[in-house]
């Protein structure tokens, strides 16, 4: 699936996304299922909110990580293989 | 980027990682009398003395400091509990992830209302079969039209509809009707669980154990099905270890990731972790999760490889599997310390190749089913039923 700048996405029914203390990373709880999420890719998926396009996601990342050129491809990357999972689901 | 997969949590022990689920045996009591169940056979003993609301909730707040996330509230039958909606609120409130596992007796409209207020996750249904038949028979009760009702109020309530079937050798071959079923209820998740050999299942081993063939079809039937509905249902075919060469990394490794607390307080590793003999595992009556979790001799007995034997200890594969379960190794070998025997590499696997062959003259030697009942778990306890349990074991 392309995954478009316009395009917006939200978390999947059924799944939760949360900060865990304990682990000190963003986590998806689902069904019988967890994953840990490593820094960058919980960063990403913080935003997905179901309301930010995938634009301004980036636009967002990029002012905060202004030492990582490939961010934009990276982003997409991530939406790509969190929507594969069926962890997150398109809204428009 | 990169998903972590590994559950390496830092912690204070050098070995020891965070506990990441939590299963709260909430009580042994069960209306069902379920011939596979994996409760331990001398439950009935543990039935007195179950911990109390106040005790669960200070077991929740501990085990979420010290990482878990993933709930599971069973049993026995935790609906027995009148306080499970109590319990379920503070558990939605400390950020659990939680699941009710359960039969379907003492799911009523009120009571399910109040679990979805109090913010339960999901609802995990077991089911036995397409016919009413064999449901009834294997769970020893009229249980049949209670889990068709059941199931219908959870998809009505919007919870995931997660359907548990374990699988042996009454149903298997009505893995096609079993899944098509679950489809047209609207499942999300189907878990084919084929029975796994501790507990009561053990006892009735010889009654339950499918052919074979019936696994192999079973296996083919559902990768058909699952290429078909694709993510619409996930399916998960829990493989029975019996028929495989290389034992399962039982629990994901022992004091890993799990964390199981029982009706009357014990932690446990595992379900079955206490049918070892001289391990003496902590319970919360005495001990805070803390202790139990990174310091306890129990959880610390089988953690990393130092206590593996041959052919484990130098085998180019145990990080894989981790030298199999525990438990199995005790209950079929006498020896708690020595490779699974399924493993193909190991002395004993000749216990299994016998099982198997025994299973595909069913009948033979076959007793009655014993069910999962008060009753024959004190006679078992007694050693009343020695001689069914000892044909199990290596003949040294």
Partial sequence: MTIKTKDIYKIAAHHRFQWEKAQD???????EGMVKLNGSAGEVLNLVNGESTVESITEL????????????KDIVGMIELALDKAWIEKVN | ????????????STTATQPLWLLAEITYQCPLQCAFCYNPTDFDKHTQNELDTDSWIKVLRQARDLGAAQLGISGGEPLLRKDIEEIVTEASSLGYYSNLITSGAGMNEKRIDALKDGGLDHIQLSMHDITEEINNFITNTKTFKLKQKVAAMIKDRGYPMVLNVVMHRYNIDHIQE????????????IELANTQYYGWSLVN??????????????LKVTNKFRERVGNKMKIFFVVPDYFDDRPKKCMNGWGEVFMIVTANGDVLPCHSARVIPNLEFPNVKDSPLKGAWYDSPAFNKFRGDDWMQEPCRSCSEKEND??????????LTGNAEGADPV???????????QAIKDSQNPGVEAKPIMFRTNENSKKIDKGDEKDRLAKFHATP
């Fill in chain 1, 25 to 31: 990373c963003y986590v998806i709880l689902f069904p």
């Fill in chain 1, 61 to 72: 990342l990029s002012k905060k990580f202004t030492d990582a050129p490939n961010i934009a």
């Fill in chain 2, 1 to 12: 980027m990169e998903i972590n997969k590994k559950n390496n949590g830092v912690s204070a």
């Fill in chain 2, 178 to 189: 079993i899944l098509e079923m679950a489809e047209g209820l609207g499942a999300d998740y």
């Fill in chain 2, 205 to 218: 081993r010889d009654q339950l154990m499918p052919k074979k063939e019936q696994v192999e079809n079973a």
């Fill in chain 2, 322 to 331: 981790l030298g199999g379960c525990r438990c199995q190794a005790l209950l």
């Fill in chain 2, 343 to 353: 493993c193909s590499k190991s002395p004993d696997r000749h216990i299994i190749d």
